[in-house]
C-alpha cells in the first residue's frame, strides 16, 4: 500500500492531469450486464471532464470491467494486470483500476497486484470518478466492494445506483466512433437494467456471490430512462435481468411484471425494437409475455432462453428448477403463441457427474429445440458455489471439449437450415456498423469492409453500403447464408 500522503510533486500532477483532461481507457470483459456497467462508467467519466480513448498507450488512468462467470475470463484479466504492470515500470503515474464481478470476488488480494491501485465492486460503480480523482491526487490504493454480498443494499446504496443509472444509463446516443462506446452498444441502441443480481443459486454460477441479492427495479425510472433514449435517437432497447421474466415490482396496489413493461415501453414514441435476456425456463409470467410479444410489433420475436442441460439428473445437481420435458414444452408453447419466434439457449457441457447418456440427452434436447444458435461452455468450477464446493469436478478436459465440439456441430446443422429459409426473402434490419473483420466468404464485396446489422428475431445480417447507415432501418434481399450469418443486398 502507498503511503496516506502526498507530496508536492504528485499535487503538480493532479493539477496538470486536471487541466489537461486525463485520458481514460475501458478495457470491458463479459455479459450484456458489464456492456452496460462500461457505458455506464464511461459515460460518468466523461461528464466530469475525462476524455475517453481507444488506446492504452494514450491513457492516463486504465479501467477493467472484469467477469467472474468462468475462470478462463479472469485468467485474461490477470494477462492484462501483467501486461500493465509492464507498462507501470516506465510511466509509474498511471493509475489502474479493476471493477466488476472480479473485483468483488477477490477484493483485498487483487489489491493485492502490483499494477492495481483500485478494486471497486459493481455496486459501488457510481464512486468510480471520485476515486480516481483521489488516486490521481493522492497516489493511494482503493478498495470499495460490498463486505456482505447476500445482504440487501441499504437504501443509500440503493439510490446511489438508481442516480447513477438513470442519469448517465440516457446520456449517450450509442452511435458507433461517436460515443466510442464498446461493442454491442452501437448503431441507435441501448441497454436498460430492469433488474440487479440473482437468487437462484443455480448450483455452478458465480454471478449471486459477486451481484448481490436479485432486485426489481422501479418502473417508473426504467420507463423514464427509456424516454430519454428515445429523445437522444436509441431506437432499439434490450431490457437486461439475469431471470429478466421474473421482474416483479409492487407499487401501490400493482404488481409489474415483465409484460407490463413491454407494454409501457412499446407505447414511447422512437423506440422501434425492444428485446429482453436472460430468461430464466419458468412458467410464472410466460403466457404474459408471450402475449405482448405476439400482439405489439416492436416487441422482437426473439427468445434466449438456456437450458443448460438436457439430462434432468444433471439439471437436478445444477439446481435448475424445472426438467427437460418441461422446457421444451415451454418452447412449444413459444411458438404456438409467436409463429416466427427465434429461441437461442445456453448449455454448460462437463458438469460434474454427466456421464454419456447425460451428454447424449442434451445432444437429444438441442436437435428438439431447433434453436437459431447456442452459446456452449465447459464446466469451470467457480470458488464459493455449491458445485464447487461439493462436487469434483470429475469430467476430463479433453472429454469437455469434446462434448462442446460435438454439441457446435450439433448446432451448426440446424442453424445452418433455419438461415437457408431467408434465401431470397427481404428483412428488416437495424444497422450496427462496419462489420468489425471482412466477409471473405460473403457474396458480396469480397475482402471489403462491410456492413453488419440484426433482425428482429436477431438474425446477423451482412451486406455493402454506406457507413452513414449505422443506427438506421434498412431492407436487405439474403442472396447467400451460412449457419451463423446472413449475406444480402441492399434494396
Ligand atoms: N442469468 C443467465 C441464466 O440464468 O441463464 C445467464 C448467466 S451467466 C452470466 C451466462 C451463461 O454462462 C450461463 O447461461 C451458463 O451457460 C454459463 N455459465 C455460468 N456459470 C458457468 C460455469 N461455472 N461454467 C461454465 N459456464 C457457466
Ligand atoms: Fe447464475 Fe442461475 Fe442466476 Fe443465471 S439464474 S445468474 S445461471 S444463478
Not at 475501458?26 to 455479459?31: E, M, N, P, T, V
Not at 466510442?180 to 437468487?199: D, H, I
Request: with cysteine.
Amino acid at each position: 500500500m502507498r503511503g496516506m500522503s502526498f507530496d508536492f510533486s504528485s499535487q503538480v500532477l493532479y493539477i496538470y492531469l486536471i487541466m489537461s483532461y486525463p485520458s481514460v481507457h475501458i478495457k470491458s470483459f463479459g455479459c450484456q450486464m458489464n456492456k452496460l456497467d462500461t457505458a455506464l462508467v464511461s459515460s460518468a467519466l466523461k461528464s466530469v471532464g475525462f476524455n475517453i480513448t481507444e488506446s492504452v498507450k494514450e491513457a492516463d488512468v486504465v479501467l477493467i470491467n472484469t467477469c467472474s462467470v468462468r475462470e478462463h475470463a479472469e485468467q485474461r484479466v490477470f494477462s492484462h494486470l501483467g501486461h500493465l504492470k509492464h507498462i507501470k515500470e516506465t510511466r509509474p503515474d498511471l493509475i489502474v483500476v479493476v471493477f466488476g464481478c472480479m473485483a468483488q470476488r477477490l477484493g483485498a488480494n487483487l489489491l493485492g497486484h502490483e499494477a492495481v491501485d483500485i478494486v471497486c465492486g459493481p455496486a459501488q460503480i457510481p464512486q468510480i470518478t471520485e476515486l480516481v480523482k483521489k488516486a490521481i491526487k493522492e497516489k493511494q490504493k482503493q478498495l470499495v466492494i460490498t463486505e456482505k454480498i447476500r445482504q440487501k443494499t441499504n437504501d443509500y446504496q440503493t439510490d446511489a445506483l438508481e442516480k447513477f443509472e438513470s442519469t448517465y444509463g440516457s446520456k449517450d446516443k450509442h452511435i458507433p466512433g461517436q460515443a466510442r462506446l464498446p461493442r454491442g452498444l452501437s448503431g441507435g441502441q441501448a441497454f436498460v437494467r430492469v433488474m440487479r443480481g440473482c437468487n437462484n443459486f443455480c448450483s455452478y454460477c458465480i454471478v449471486p456471490f459477486v451481484r448481490g441479492p436479485e432486485v426489481s427495479r422501479p418502473p417508473a425510472a426504467i420507463i423514464g430512462q427509456i424516454k430519454k433514449l428515445a429523445e437522444a435517437g436509441v431506437k432499439q432497447v434490450t431490457l437486461l435481468g439475469q431471470r429478466v421474466n421474473a421482474y416483479k415490482y409492487t407499487a401501490g396496489e400493482k404488481t409489474y411484471c415483465l409484460a407490463d413493461l413491454l407494454e409501457m415501453a412499446s407505447d414511447i414514441n422512437g423506440i422501434e425494437w425492444l428485446r429482453f435476456v436472460t430468461n430464466y425456463p419458468s412458467e410464472e409470467f410466460f403466457g404474459e409475455i408471450l402475449q405482448v410479444m405476439a400482439d405489439s410489433p416492436k416487441v422482437c420475436n426473439y427468445l434466449h432462453i438456456p437450458a443448460q442441460s438436457g439430462s434432468d439428473k444433471i439439471l437436478h445437481a445444477m439446481n435448475r428448477h424445472y426438467t427437460a420435458k418441461q422446457y421444451l414444452e415451454l418452447l412449444d408453447k413459444a411458438r404456438a403463441a409467436v409463429a416466427d419466434i427465434a429461441i437461442a439457449g445456453d448449455f454448460i457441457v462437463g458438469f460434474p457427474g454427466e456421464i454419456e447418456e447425460d451428454f447424449q440427452a442434451t445432444v437429444e434436447l438441442v436437435r428438439k429445440a431447433r434453436y437459431k444458435n447456442c452459446f456452449i461452455f465447459k464446466y469451470s468450477p467457480r470458488p464459493g458455489t455449491t458445485a464447487d464446493k461439493g462436487l469434483k469436478d470429475d469430467v476430463p478436459i479433453e472429454v469437455k471439449k469434446g462434448r462442446n465440439t460435438e454439441l457446435l456441430a450439433e448446432q451448426e446443422t440446424i442453424s445452418g437450415q433455419l438461415s437457408r429459409d431467408f434465401l431470397g426473402k427481404e428483412v428488416k434490419v437495424l444497422v450496427e456498423g462496419p462489420s468489425k473483420k471482412p466477409h471473405l466468404n460473403s457474396a458480396v464485396g469480397e475482402g471489403r469492409l462491410q456492413l453488419v446489422g440484426r433482425t428482429a428475431t436477431d438474425y446477423i445480417v451482412v451486406f455493402n453500403g454506406p457507413t452513414s447507415l449505422a443506427g438506421e432501418f434498412v431492407r436487405v434481399k439474403i442472396i447467400k447464408t451460412s449457419p451463423l450469418t446472413l449475406f444480402g443486398e441492399l434494396m
